[in-house]
């Protein structure tokens, strides 16, 4: 399994950024979704979920800002994030995982596939 995050960047508070992840070599059809982040001396948080039937969940930080989605066809998930501030000043990571018949909530599922980050800076 393969992630590969693109599309981070230095953007100043209130403009947007969409982060790409370009997913291969994962073929399970049922599957959490996620992008994580880390921020400077802080530790990594889920910022937002998506699972294999659509269901998403977000961070309380980013609700109604940033939005998660997926292009099955193209295999890769994105996170629009908008309005953004200096505190989303992160390290953002995407991560996969299959699911087995149990289907849990994402944002409390243990990641095993991850990416290597892309950066996002923003100013003031």
């Known amino acids: 399994v393969q992630l590969v995050e693109s599309g981070g960047g230095s953007v100043q508070a209130g403009g947007s950024l969409r982060l790409s992840c370009a997913v291969s070599?994962?073929?399970?059809?049922?599957?959490?979704m996620g992008w994580f982040r880390q921020g400077p001396g802080k530790e990594r948080e889920g910022v937002a979920h998506i699972r294999f039937d659509g269901e998403t969940s977000y961070a309380d930080s980013v609700k109604g800002r940033f939005t998660i989605s997926v292009d099955n066809a193209e295999k890769t998930l994105y996170l629009q994030m908008n309005s953004l501030n200096v505190e989303d000043t992160a390290m953002y990571y995407c991560?996969?995982?299959?699911?087995?018949?149990?289907?849990?909530?994402?944002?409390?599922?243990?990641?095993?596939?991850w990416g290597q980050g892309t950066q996002v800076t923003v100013s003031s």
């Open positions: 991560a996969a995982e299959p699911l087995g018949w149990i289907i849990p909530l994402c944002a409390n599922q243990n990641y095993n596939n």
């Open positions: 070599g994962f073929t399970s059809s049922r599957h959490c």
